[in-house]
C-alpha cells in the first residue's frame, strides 16, 4: 500500500538497536540490496552496484561480505545507514544511532551521517537525549513539555587571517499562540516565576520578573 510504498522509497530508517537494522544471515552488501529488492524496480547489478558504492562512500567497502556478527557496533550502524540509504529517500530518520556506541565511534558514526547529506543531499533528522550530538550538527530543534522549545543554528565563519570557526546562535521557538518557552537557566538565575512583566521597546519585547511575586 501507500505506507509501504512511503518507508520503502520516501524514508530511511536507523534505530538504535543494530539487531532491528539488519538481518543476521546476510552480508553487509546483500543487507543493503535488500531494501532495492523489495523495492522490485533494479536489475542485480545496479543493486550490487548500489550497495558498493553506499558502502563506499561510508568507508567501510572493505566488509561488504562479512555478516552482522563479524562487525564492530560502529561498523554495523554505518552499514544500517547504507540500507537506509539504498533507495534513495528524501529523508533519513535515526532513532539514538550512537546510544550504544563510545564517544569515539559514534563520531565516526556522524561523519557517515554527514557524508552521506553533503554528497547525496538526503536530509538527515536524528532523534536523541544526547546533548554532546549538538554540536555535531548544523540545526538542534529542543522540545521540552511536548513543545519545541528552542534551536540552534551553527555555521562556519571565515575571519579576515583565512581562520575557520564554527558560531552558533539559539532561538526561543514562538507558536501561532504567540507562546514561547524561556530558557530554565535563564528564568531560573533571574528568579522568575508564574509571571513576569512584559513591555514593548522600538526594536524588542522586554521581558522581567514581576516584583510583585517578590512581596
Known amino acids: 500500500g501507500a505506507r509501504l510504498r512511503y518507508r ?18 546476510l552480508t553487509a552488501a546483500q543487507n543493503v540490496a535488500l531494501p532495492m529488492q523489495l523495492r522490485g ?11 558498493e558504492e553506499l ?16 562487525l564492530s557496533g560502529g561498523q554495523q550502524q554505518r552499514v544500517a545507514i547504507a540500507v ?16 550504544e556506541l563510545d564517544s569515539a565511534t559514534g563520531e565516526q558514526v556522524f561523519a557517515a551521517f554527514r557524508r552521506a547529506n553533503e554528497e547525496l543531499g538526503t536530509t538527515i533528522v536524528i532523534v536523541t537525549h544526547d546533548q554532546a550530538v549538538a554540536s555535531e550538527v548544523r540545526r538542534t530543534v529542543a522540545i521540552r513539555d511536548g513543545r519545541t ?28 499562540a504567540g507562546r514561547l518557552q524561556l530558557p530554565a537557566e535563564y528564568t531560573q538565575a533571574l528568579g522568575m516565576e508564574h509571571r513576569v512583566a512584559l ?14 511575586d517578590r512581596r
Open 41 to 51: 524496480r533494479s536489475k542485480a547489478r545496479q543493486k550490487t552496484e548500489r550497495a
Open 8 to 25: 520503502r522509497e520516501v524514508v530511511g530508517f536507523v534505530w538504535q538497536q543494530t539487531a532491528r537494522n539488519l538481518l543476521p544471515y
Open 149 to 176: 522549545s528552542s534551536e540552534v543554528l551553527r555555521r562556519t565563519e571565515v575571519d579576515e587571517q583565512g581562520r575557520e570557526s564554527l558560531v552558533a546562535r539559539e532561538y526561543a521557538m514562538l507558536d501561532r
Open 84 to 99: 537506509a540509504l539504498a533507495n534513495d529517500p528524501a529523508v533519513l530518520l535515526a532513532d539514538e544511532p550512537t546510544g
Open 55 to 70: 558502502l563506499a562512500m561510508l568507508g567501510i567497502a572493505e566488509i561488504r561480505d562479512r555478516r552482522p556478527h563479524q
Open 199 to 212: 513591555e514593548l521597546e522600538q526594536d524588542h519585547i522586554g521581558v522581567w520578573p514581576d516584583d510583585a
